[in-house]
């Protein structure tokens, strides 16, 4: 595709993450929300659509501009002012922001007119350069796409029974606004869905799902869905666990999904949120956010400051999965064994992860390594702390998993935590010990020393007896003869009976 | 082994007469010498008796013995020095066991070595346990229970040893996963193991075990934190008999009920104290383990016996014990339908057993062996008619606290039992009539009739007339028994091992006199018999060596010289109880030269002062526990108190008046009576 549009000196990657915001604001009107109330007012609201149907100003296309005006100011608010006598008696939509929206809109109509009107000048050199035409003919494609959008989110905005929040038609705008908004619209999706030999019939086409009210609700249409790549602009790390291993566990039948394939550079983009008017990028939408606050008071209102609506709708729009653009990738579409990925994040995930270089070195081991930064710091988190081991060496983050892997091999055994091996010394001691068989008499003195035996106590008690000249079972005869351990015994009067004693019960 | 012990005697008689320098016993083969030896078990003091005939008896005496239990560890080195083949060494006696000890025990015995049971001893760490393992390369049975600090260590120790059979670590709490997967890993021969109060052990461990050791036959984890997870690794084990698992609260109906495996060859299955078990999961356990003989669901108190209408027939249970389950008539007769095999049933503290039930039972099941219907308070003579008149090979019937029960129903069971070796009367409404036919039951071997306040010498006479093989009789709070009855005891039951008289108190030294003749007896209860003084008790030292447990508490008259009797003769002593005694320090001291003495509660000894008290502590090394008063407390030296503590031993600082008096047996039971009713 930027064979096809791109111009130089343009952030593709900014610009296809800009539709997606474009198209989140515009879906999130189309959602009925959960709340019961607001189904039912949103039913109610929907019954507008047939009566502003674009039909009657849409149906040609040739049209657009002048019908757009007169609709614009003459259909739409009477119909809103009556939906919101019966509703929402307060006004709840900004006029400001409604007249920049139609604003908006005028100024993108002249410039569609002003392209039609240069192929329409320029027709003898497109004659012999075709190609250059199918560009112009797909920018102006792309060019009424954005109007028509920007149409039905303003035309929302206007909807009484929808939340202000739901509706932030601040945030439409200010993606709207955008001076490279006509760059916008180039997702793969979008330019398969509009040929270059898209024609206004075409757009005829398109725009009937809007007169069938069912239709719209249920399955808006297809351009605006294939932009939805990322509903929830959410930072990395909160998506971790959608990681691009979970395609594989659902098993969609190809061709009930629409594929949607990225740019490398699209992908590796540092920022997805570009500030409409300075041009800033960000990594998260809550960021772009409070930065716009800077840019003026219509920043600054609970709408424009609210976050978009989170609702995933799937049920609502066809299935999407992307595919990996690297050739020869399981993930990549012309992949035999093509497996999908399910979301923008999960592509970037794999992507950076499979084909990437792993520049993430762990500060702490300084042996790991990992191309996703969330990777490195969940591993950061648990760096040196695998204290589940096996004998032979392997370590495990969790208990379970190490008597999994005890489990399947045989001669593999737990080891205990390094401090416990530490403590328990190899039997080094263990000939001492039987040398000093005396120790354990009961005498007095040695339980001292043997109380708190470690390899090192060992020694201590063998240092006690050797003066005893205990060595070996040499002294054995001592026990035989009895009053060895009563010897300093101040009781020794009393009769031991020792050798009276068979030694077993 | 009388007949031995005699000749024995006869030939020493002879060597001195004669003169003769060849020992007659010359003649004797080696073989023949090695079968009297095998026959030689029943009391430690014939070995001794035959090793002493000559040089080679000793000889041959020290090739043969296989088994020790030795008493004191300062003659260990001697004892294994001379008895170089033992292959079962106990040393639960030998309460503090270091690891210097286990070495030379290692070291000495190396291989021969076959088990080695370290239970409750102290003091010995994990090294010890390596040494063995380093060794004794053969061991293949290893107790180490009740050790409360013993840890993974151990284990991992244990787990080095290739021919572990079976392993018991029970109430080694600090054990984890960790130590039992080494031991599962390390010992694939494994056919015991009992991790039972090992709280640190949860699933993973115990299904490692299940997956390494596919030998095991026995296993036991009882008070653990398993839950249904671990279930079906462990009864894919194919040689799996008995499974122990009391006090399993992370167990429950679902555990069993969607065990999709049953085990074909587990014949004991314990659940007793499961509580969350109910009678869902008791049918399915029921019909998935087809072989089970033994099954004990003993205080499950959620679990109904009706359930067990819903089965066609267990035909090979057995055994079934109900203690404290909800029992009623009906399902009891259900019980009896589907047990068509039953030789052994426990309902005590059931309530609901009535006399219906029981007839209900014994109506099917003739050849019962033994029934239990301990505190079954509301069975009667009815009851005892049919068990006698339908049960007569019983050979065990417990029936303490069924007070309804007349004499007439006791003389039933003299008529009908003669195979009873196990009687329970204990609170029982039992005269000199129903004791005299009971002595009918000449097989006895255990008798307590405790707390039956009416009977009298007239009674037990007969009983030991009659009954030759009586091991356990228990007379607590039987005050009608005098010197004549206990002398008739004494005289008809020569294997009397264990006697209970606390309380009689028309006994004297006589009846002790009497007793001394039982050379077995080990223990001896004359709590509160205030007739008795030092003298029976020097006649029972002298007489009872193998005395164990020794309570004379309240026995007023004993004094120090008692003590000295203890001290010489008495070197199985590990029990006693002083208090109220009359020994003075020096009585004390000679009594803690005793190394066997583990276990003491001395309160309220007028005549010993804290030193002697401290002096004793010092000297009695085997100590473990010890009950004081309080007021010692702060008259023994802290250091001391530690000291002894390090040792291994755990004091009880009791606070107790003194008590001068105390009530007749007729007050307490009417006062023991009232507290149930209550």
């Known amino acids: 595709m930027k064979q096809i549009i791109g111009e130089p000196g ?32 949103f039913n109610q609201a929907s019954q507008y659509f047939p009566n502003l149907s674009p039909t009657n100003f849409l149906s040609r296309a040739e049209n657009l501009q002048q019908n757009l005006k007169t ?46 009107q240069s192929i329409i000048d320029q027709q003898a050199e497109f004659s012999s350069r075709p190609s250059e035409l199918a560009t112009r003919q797909q920018l102006a494609t792309a060019d009424l796409t954005c109007i028509i959008i920007q149409l039905i989110s303003t035309a929302g905005s206007l909807l009484p029974s929808i939340k202000n929040t739901l509706l932030s038609n601040n945030p439409a705008l200010r993606q709207l606004v955008n001076p490279d908004f006509n760059n916008n619209l180039k997702c793969e999706g979008l330019i398969r869905n509009f040929p270059e030999t898209a024609r206004n019939s075409e757009y005829e086409d398109l725009l009937r799902n809007l007169d069938n009210e069912a239709d719209w609700m249920k399955e808006p249409n297809p351009p605006l869905q294939s932009d939805i790549v990322d509903a929830n602009p959410i930072d990395e790390h909160d998506l971790k666990e959608s990681d691009d291993g979970d395609a594989e566990r659902e098993h969609l039948p190809p061709g009930s999904y629409i594929v949607l394939q990225l740019e490398k550079e699209e992908i590796l983009a540092p920022h997805t949120h570009f500030c409409v008017i300075c041009g800033k990028g960000f990594k998260r939408d809550a960021n772009l956010r409070m930065h716009m606050r800077g840019h003026g008071d219509e920043y600054k209102t609970p709408a424009a400051l609210a976050k978009p609506s989170k609702e995933p709708g799937s049920d609502v729009h066809p299935v999407t999965r992307y595919s990996c653009p690297f050739a020869g990738c399981k993930r990549n579409k012309e992949h035999k064994k093509f497996q999908p990925l399910k979301t923008i994040l999960c592509v970037k995930n794999h992507y950076k992860r499979s084909h990437c270089d792993k520049s993430y070195t762990c500060s702490r081991c300084h042996a790991k390594k990992f ?26 983050s969790r208990k379970d998993k190490l008597f999994g892997h005890v489990a399947l091999f045989q001669g593999h055994t737990p080891a205990l935590p390094m401090d416990e091996v530490k403590a ?15 120790g354990y008499n009961g005498n007095f003195a040695s339980e001292e020393c043997l109380t708190s035996m470690d390899v090192k106590g060992i020694d201590e008690s063998r240092a006690y007896f050797s003066p005893m000249n205990f060595d070996g079972f040499g002294a054995l005869d001592e026990f035989g003869r009895g009053g060895f351990d009563l010897e300093d015994n101040p009781f020794a009067f009393i009769p031991s009976g020792f050798s009276q004693r068979s030694g077993d019960s | 082994m009388e007949p031995e012990k005699r000749m024995d005697k006869r030939i020493r008689v002879d060597l001195n007469l004669e003169q003769n320098p060849i020992s007659p016993f010359e003649s004797l083969s080696e073989e023949v010498l090695f079968l009297i030896l095998d026959l030689l078990n029943s009391n430690p003091l014939d070995r001794k008796s035959f090793s002493l005939v000559s040089r080679s008896f000793y000889k041959l005496e020290s090739c043969h013995r296989r088994w020790l239990t030795p008493l004191r560890l300062d003659l260990l080195p001697s004892i294994l020095t001379r008895y170089s083949s033992i292959s079962h060494l106990n040393l639960t006696l030998c309460s503090r066991l270091t690891d210097v000890t286990l070495a030379s025990i290692a070291s000495l015995l190396s291989s021969s070595l076959r088990s080695i049971n370290l239970s409750g001893s102290r003091s010995y760490t994990h090294k010890g346990i390596e040494c063995l393992a380093e060794k004794c390369f053969n061991l293949e049975e290893i107790d180490v229970s009740i050790r409360v600090d013993l840890g993974d260590e151990v284990a991992a120790a244990i787990g080095k040893m290739v021919k572990m059979e079976r392993v018991n670590m029970g109430r080694c709490k600090k054990v984890t996963d960790l ?22 052990v949860t699933d993973l461990g115990v299904k490692l075990v299940a997956v390494k050791c596919r030998k095991l036959q026995s296993l036991d984890v ?3 934190m398993i839950t249904k997870k671990c279930l079906p ?49 008791v049918l399915s356990i029921l019909q998935k383990y087809p072989n089970l003989y033994h099954l004990n669901l003993a205080s499950c108190s959620s679990v109904n016996v009706s359930i067990l209408s819903g089965l066609k027939s267990m035909c090979k249970l057995g055994s079934i014990k109900l203690d404290g389950c909800k029992v009623t008539a009906s399902g009891l007769k ?4 589907s047990c068509i095999s039953l030789k052994e049933l426990s309902l005590s503290k059931c309530p609901g057993v009535t006399d219906e039930g029981i007839s209900v039972i014994m109506a099917k099941h003739k050849d019962l062996v033994k029934l239990d219907v301990t505190c079954c308070r509301y069975i009667t003579d009815e009851s005892l008619s049919a068990i006698t008149s339908s049960c007569t090979s019983l050979v065990s019937l417990r029936m303490e606290s069924c007070t309804k029960l007349s004499s007439e129903g006791f003389r039933l069971i003299g008529q009908h039992c003669p195979k009873l070796e196990e009687l329970d009367l204990t609170d029982n409404d039992l005269d000199d009539e129903g004791l005299r036919s009971l002595a009918s039951c000449h097989n006895l071997v255990s008798l307590k009739i405790g707390i039956c306040l009416r009977i009298t010498d007239n009674g037990l006479i007969p009983v030991g007339q009659s009954c030759p093989r009586l091991q356990e009789l228990d007379l607590y709070r039987a005050i009608g028994i005098t010197d004549k009855g206990v002398s008739a005891i004494a005289d008809g039951c020569p294997h009397l091992e264990m006697i209970n008289m606390a309380y009689c108190t028309n006994i004297s030294d006589e009846s002790l006199k009497f007793l001394s003749k039982c050379s077995k007896l080990c223990i001896l209860e004359i709590r509160g018999c205030l007739q008795v003084s030092s003298v029976g008790i020097s006649a029972i030292a002298a007489g009872c060596r193998l005395l164990s447990k020794l309570d004379v508490k309240k026995c007023c008259e004993v004094n120090d010289a008692a003590m000295f009797s203890l001290a010489r003769y008495s070197h199985n002593l590990c029990q006693i109880h002083l208090s109220y005694c009359s020994v003075t320090d020096a009585g004390l001291l000679a009594l803690a030269c005793l190394g066997s003495l583990r276990n003491a509660t001395m309160l309220h000894l007028s005549g010993v002062s804290p030193k002697g008290l401290a002096t004793a502590l010092l000297m009695c090394h085997g100590l473990t526990k010890v009950k004081m008063h309080s007021s010692f407390k702060s008259s023994i030296p802290r250091a001391l108190i530690e000291h002894v503590e390090s040792r291994g031993c755990s004091f009880h600082w009791m606070y107790k008046p003194f008590q001068v008096d105390f009530e007749s047996s007729e007050l307490w039971k009417q006062q023991s009576h009232d507290l149930f009713v209550e």
Do not use: Y
């Open chain 2, 179 to 200: 130590g039992i997967g080494c031991i599962a890993a390390g010992c694939p021969n494994l056919k015991l193991l009992c991790v039972k109060g090992c709280v640190g």
């Open chain 1, 424 to 438: 328990s010394g190899s039997g080094q001691g263990n000939d001492d010990m039987t040398e000093d068989l005396g």
């Open chain 1, 71 to 116: 609709k614009s100011t003459n259909s739409f608010e009477p119909n809103l002012n009556s939906g919101m006598a019966t509703q929402n008696p307060p006004l709840d939509w900004d006029p400001h922001a409604m007249l920049s929206n139609l604003s908006f809109l005028e100024q993108k109509i002249h410039e569609v007119q002003s392209l039609v």
């Open chain 2, 334 to 337: 259900s019980l009896s339908n």
């Open chain 2, 233 to 281: 690794a462990i009864m894919q084990l194919p040689n799996l008999e008995e499974f122990c698992m009391t006090g399993c609260l992370g167990i429950d109906n679902k555990a069993f009920v969607n065990l999709k495996q049953g085990c074909n060859s587990l014949q004991a299955l314990d659940m007793s104290n499961c509580e969350h078990m109910t009678d869902s999961g």
């Open chain 2, 222 to 224: 009882s008070f653990t």
């Open chain 1, 371 to 396: 191309s996703v930064i969330a990777d490195l710091k969940t591993h950061e988190k648990h760096c040196g702390r695998d204290k589940w081991q096996c004998s032979c060496g392997t370590t495990f």
């Open chain 1, 10 to 41: 343009i952030d593709l990657s900014s610009d296809s993450k800009m539709d997606l915001k474009l198209t989140r604001n515009s879906e999130s009107f189309h959602k009925p929300n959960s709340s019961n109330h607001n189904l039912n007012s």
